[in-house]
């Protein structure tokens, strides 16, 4: 199956602009050890006990804030100005 076949000329030039031949082959190496590194970092947490899971979890410090900023994207501003809500 080719891709590029399917593909519509639109599309392919910016495949070909944002990601052109030259330097393939060291944005696909800098791609495989990222992927590396993320799968070494994950495979880590299937070797907590669940005491360090639990001092984890309920560790004040640890907390994450869920409060998001206010988005500030030319959309978010027409919704405003619409009166819709844009999420927060």
């Known amino acids: 199956m080719n891709i590029a076949s399917e593909m519509s000329p639109k599309a392919a030039a910016f495949i070909r ?3 052109p031949a030259k330097g393939r082959a060291e944005r696909i190496a800098r791609a495989e050890q990222a992927w590396n590194e993320a ?3 994950a495979s880590t947490f299937k070797k907590l006990d669940p005491a360090t899971a639990k001092w984890i979890a309920e560790d004040p410090d640890l907390e994450i804030s869920l409060s998001l ?3 500030t994207c030319r959309t978010s501003e027409r919704l405003r100005a619409s009166g819709a809500r844009s999420g927060s």
């Open 17 to 19: 602009k944002h990601w």
């Open 69 to 71: 900023p206010r988005p």
């Open 39 to 41: 799968i070494a970092i």
